[in-house]
């Protein structure tokens, strides 16, 4: 194998810079900070695009998701154009299937990150994850989904998500939180961040919400997020007579700015790779009712840093959320806890570390840049 710096192509198949892409930015700039050299193959025109183009040469190219058997073609011209010590494959849609098949193709070493924990069979369990030299889990809910539809343990390593907790700790004008979002002055606010996705579980805190509205008549709801469900939920948000309550916010570029501002962070998914909206809402002092599902009870430190409920119960959903909006104390508590909770166990030389860590390990003989070691990772 060549000398000189280690040279990754990153491929991220993701348009929109939701958590998963985010990482893989944080991802990018660790590498570059150590003295690696990215490559990133994404789509034409994408956020991830320019947001990563700081930290790595971009690559646009189509990406058309799990129907897009072209993307093999592109990739392999890809490889053999930059020829890359080895790929790290970021996503789904399409990205790791037909990443897959194109290092296969050209012998490139191939790392896959999973990052939700819905189940596959066994049989493409079998035949998709032995394209791949290592997957990298980023949380042991996904890791023990994977181990227990038959890849071995040997296979697969937990290497848990982070955030940049710096960007989150601003305090938050109280006054400028509620009139960037039209909010009374005694509101008490409820915020959901998550792609408007079935899986993310807005129809349970609607459904929670009419439970908690008797008792607490100055509650406010802000839905932060975009995708195939905004249509359906406003239409629910009406149908309920919530309109003047809960709001759809739309994705925000600025959320770092406001987070802060929130009473309760809401996460009732049914399935979660771990939440970043989780550990971003902690890193700004926010506490957190989630559901106990996936990566989320690594997430949120039940009673804590926050409540867990089981997933898909909307009564006890809403009793967590009443504890938390009737105790002002509590929720201090908590927010204080899941901010240091945050800066000592998800930090973002931990998660870049433990990517290394990986790669050495798919790479033995392949030297690491000038005054860099490794070093051990800790889960």
Known sequence: ????????????????????????????????????????????DSAIARAAAPHAEILEMPMGGDADAGMVARLVRT??????????????????????????????????????????????????????????AIS???????ISEGLSPRHVTCVRSAVDAARWTAPVDRNAFR???????????????????????????????????????????????KGPLEGELRADIEARRMAGRVRLAGFRDDLPRWLGGLDILAHPADREGLGIAVLQASAAGVPVVAARAGGLPEAV???????????????????????LAADPALRRRMGEAGRARIQAKFSLDAMVDGNLAVYHACLPSRGMPHGYTVPAYHR
Not at 118 to 132: H, I, M, T
Not at 301 to 323: C, I, S
Request: aromatic share 6%.
């Open 1 to 44: 194998m060549p000398t000189g710096r280690l040279k990754i192509l990153h491929v991220e198949s993701g348009r929109h810079l939701y958590g998963g892409a985010l990482q893989v930015v944080h991802i990018l700039a660790g590498l570059k900070q150590r003295g690696f050299d990215n490559l990133l193959a994404c789509p034409t």
């Open 79 to 136: 490889a053999h154009r930059h020829r890359p010590d080895l790929m790290h494959l970021h996503s789904r849609r399409g990205a790791d299937l037909w990443g897959g098949i194109a290092a296969r193709v050209t012998g490139t070493p191939c790392v896959l990150s999973r990052r939700v924990d819905n189940p596959e069979p066994r049989w493409l369990v079998s035949a998709k994850y032995g394209l791949y030299d290592h997957v990298i």
């Open 140 to 146: 042991e809910g996904i890791r023990n989904v994977l």
């Open 179 to 225: 009139a960037e979002f039209d909010l009374p002055q005694d509101a008490l606010t409820i915020g959901m961040v998550a792609q408007l996705i079935p899986r993310k579980g807005h129809r349970h805190l609607l459904d929670a919400l009419e439970r908690l509205v008797a008792d607490f008549p100055q509650l406010h709801v802000l839905v932060f997020g």
């Open 301 to 323: 430190e039940d009673g804590v840093t926050g409540l867990l409920t089981p997933p898909g119960d909307v009564a006890a959903l809403a009793a967590a959320l009443h504890r």
